[in-house]
């Protein structure tokens, strides 16, 4: 039986590092930050109320230390080598991940992943997909659960992306690597499953939010995707700050962005502080996570969003910059739950969000990111099965 989590949630720590020195680079679609969340329910009530930005100590002596005291700043990273300056707090695994493992000529988790290959559920299954499915389950956990020894935070387990339109899929996914957690003794309160943000994956982080399982939804890339996911009751979402800006440098005709770049805005950033806004103005628990953060000045323009996953190169040199908000930046909070509450809103966007309300205001920079990222983590799940096929019986089966 597995143990469900609380809906609340002690607020003990709100911290996310990524893990270091696994693999020095992901595929251009995936992820392999290593990231921890603490979040409580609330109700969707919505109000005004006045509030203000405030600025930070002057006696911070870092860009880095600055920044800090605003966010959650996630170095985007999975170097070992770079445990010291900043060591892991929680961690992702993903099929990416395992891939980086395996390519590598030794490492603690290699162990992990032989378990999986050598085991006798998996190797009586006759059918070979159903038998690489199988051992890719497997090796996900042997190895989030080795991390969770490791870490003191929460393990995210990424769901396979060709699960994407299937709430069942993914559901039916969610409880088998659920089982096989509980099999390690992993609590589901240390466990964050990652799901793609399509009205499916939506969908399905609804249902298991609601038996206490923890979701976080990726490439969300529209109002509408986050408002859909924070309505549903999603821990945290994921938006693509980078990867906006990129598609809108060359691309044109998806009128929220168009919108954004008419009020001499960043798309990617002006989304990130729209979903945190509508957040915490209907007062719902989701969090907000701006990923693919590529400059000092990206994370100056969104201190106050609850998570900012940034270049290494960035931090270390913001780590290295020794100023004050008075010499070089002024630091001041863009966003915070008081301030959002002032935001306004129109009725069509605080509409309860359904499948065909979602499709209708998706415009096309949404539909082909989702779809590119959809199709990058795709494509690692299928070749972690191959690299499976082509290796499996190990020596010791």
């Known amino acids: 039986m597995i143990a469900k989590m609380s809906?609340?949630?002690?607020?003990?720590?709100?911290?996310?590092?990524?893990?270091?020195?696994?693999?020095?680079?992901?595929?251009?679609?995936?992820?392999?930050?290593?990231?921890?969340?603490?979040?409580?329910?609330?109700?969707?009530?919505?109000?005004?109320?006045?509030?203000?930005?405030?600025?930070?100590d002057t006696e911070l002596k870092t860009e880095l230390d600055a920044v800090s005291s605003f966010s959650e700043i996630v170095p985007d990273t999975v170097i070992f080598d770079d445990f010291d300056r900043f060591p892991p707090t929680a961690a992702t695994v993903s099929s990416s991940?395992?891939?980086?493992?395996?390519?590598?000529?030794?490492?603690?988790?290699?162990?992990?992943?032989?378990?999986?290959?050598?085991?006798?559920?998996?190797?009586e299954l006759e059918k070979p997909r159903e038998r690489l499915s199988c051992f890719s389950n497997k090796a996900l956990v042997n190895v989030g659960a080795?991390?969770?020894?490791?870490?003191?935070g929460r393990v995210s387990t990424e769901i396979d992306a060709r699960l994407a339109y299937d709430t069942r899929g993914i559901i039916h996914k969610v409880h088998e690597l659920l089982k096989l957690y509980d099999e390690h003794d992993v609590s589901t309160q240390r466990l964050l499953f990652k799901i793609p943000s399509t009205?499916?994956?939506?969908?399905?982080?609804?249902?298991?939010?609601?038996?206490?399982?923890?979701?976080?939804?990726?490439?969300?890339?529209?109002?509408?995707?986050?408002?859909?996911?924070?309505?549903?009751?999603?821990?945290?979402?994921?938006?693509?700050?980078?990867?906006?800006?990129?598609?809108?440098?060359?691309?044109?005709?998806?009128?929220e962005i168009e919108a954004a770049l008419k009020r001499g805005e960043d798309?990617?950033?002006?989304?990130?502080?729209?979903?945190?806004?509508?957040?915490?103005?209907?007062?719902l628990k989701t969090k907000v996570m701006a990923a693919a953060v590529r400059n000092k000045q990206d994370l100056f323009s969104l201190l106050g969003i609850d998570y900012i996953i940034a270049p290494l190169k960035v931090l270390q040199t913001m780590k290295e910059s020794?100023?004050?908000?008075?010499?070089?930046?002024?630091?001041?909070?863009?966003?915070?739950?008081a301030s959002a509450k002032m935001y306004q809103l129109t009725d069509e966007e605080l509409v309860k969000w359904d499948q065909l309300s979602l499709a209708a205001s998706m415009g096309p920079a949404a539909e082909e990111l989702l779809a590119a990222g959809l199709e990058g983590y795709s494509t690692q799940s299928q070749r972690l099965e191959e690299f499976f096929g082509k290796i499996w019986p190990p020596p010791n089966v």
Do not use: M
Not at 146 to 152: G, R
Not at 322 to 337: A, G, H, N, W
């Open 7 to 56: 809906p609340t949630l002690s607020p003990t720590s709100s911290s996310l590092f990524a893990s270091p020195k696994l693999i020095r680079s992901s595929p251009r679609f995936g992820s392999s930050q290593f990231i921890y969340f603490s979040c409580k329910r609330s109700f969707p009530i919505c109000y005004v109320t006045g509030g203000n930005a405030s600025s930070i």
């Open 97 to 123: 991940l395992l891939l980086g493992i395996c390519s590598l000529p030794d490492t603690k988790f290699k162990s992990a992943i032989e378990t999986a290959l050598a085991d006798g559920e998996c190797i």
């Open 146 to 152: 080795d991390l969770a020894k490791l870490v003191p």
């Open 199 to 255: 009205w499916q994956g939506i969908e399905a982080s609804r249902l298991l939010e609601s038996e206490g399982i923890q979701t976080h939804l990726t490439f969300v890339y529209s109002f509408a995707q986050a408002a859909a996911a924070a309505q549903a009751g999603a821990s945290v979402i994921q938006i693509f700050v980078g990867r906006i800006r990129d598609w809108a440098r060359n691309h044109s005709g998806d009128p």
């Open 267 to 283: 798309p990617g950033i002006a989304l990130v502080k729209k979903a945190y806004n509508y957040i915490h103005k209907c007062n």
């Open 322 to 337: 020794v100023t004050s908000p008075d010499e070089k930046y002024s630091f001041v909070s863009q966003l915070s739950p």
